[in-house]
């Protein structure tokens, strides 16, 4: 405790115009990822987190955020963390008025798992490089189902492909008539299609890269119709 100073130079020890630099200074450790990285308005939320602690790096820590306060309209939020007797770093949290659903582990291949709701938030994130997370949903013929996927958004390093699957494990969307569209500043994606026939249907969310992954790639995905 008590008085520091922060010292900045060029390696070199050189410097010009074009030697800028930007410096954060706060109080408190730093957030290295949290998940889910939102919830339901008018609820308390429990979320795990990560600190970039030096002793225990890879410790996960719990927490409650309570969102019963929130107004309505406002879908993004500030939010200060305590964690133990550590004031963490703020961050951002996504606020709905959904139904939230948290996914269950495997799930990077169809089987039994009940269908979600069409309209609902779903949080998950690519935990380990490879991986792949699809949600079942079910839907009706002629029915334009629209999702949202964010996460750059929300300080997530996940730079997501979103794309839906039939029964049969073939791609039906995104296609050149009905396209992904890009937040290209976020990395967070849209994509909406109408289904040929009744039934369940795939959503797949994957990053970019096969060789990517963990406790910080998570998402939002928002469906609707």
């Known amino acids: 405790s008590g008085p520091c100073e922060v010292h900045v130079h060029d390696i070199g020890y050189q410097g010009s115009q074009a030697c800028v630099y930007r410096l954060t200074i706060r109080e408190g450790v730093r957030t290295k990822w949290v998940y889910p990285l939102g919830g339901r308005r008018g609820t308390s939320v429990p979320i795990e987190v990560g600190l970039a602690e030096y002793a225990q790096p890879d410790e996960v820590h719990h927490v409650e955020v309570d969102l019963k306060s929130v107004s309505d309209g406002v879908n993004v939020i500030p939010t200060p963390l305590t964690v133990g007797d550590q004031q963490a770093e703020e961050l951002l949290l996504s606020v709905s008025d959904l ?10 291949s169809p089987d039994s798992t009940s269908p979600v709701e069409a309209v609902s938030v779903l949080n998950g994130r690519i935990d ?5 997370d699809l949600w079942p949903i079910a839907v009706r013929e002629g029915q ?16 997501p492909v ?17 396209p992904v569209s890009t937040n290209s500043q976020a990395s967070d994606v ?10 369940t249907y795939w959503i797949c969310v994957q990053d970019q890269f096969p ?4 406790p910080d790639f998570g998402y939002r995905l928002q469906t609707g119709t």
């Open 99 to 108: 139904p939230e659903v948290l996914e269950t582990e495997p799930n990077d």
């Open 190 to 199: 849209q994509l909406s299609f109408i289904p040929e026939s009744d039934g």
């Open 162 to 178: 979103l794309s839906v699957l039939d029964s049969a494990g073939n791609s039906i969307a995104p296609t050149d008539s009905q």
């Open 144 to 159: 334009k189902v629209e999702l949202k996927l964010t996460a750059g958004k929300l300080q997530s390093r996940l730079q």
């Open 128 to 132: 380990r490089p490879g991986d792949k």
């Open 211 to 214: 060789s990517r992954g963990g």
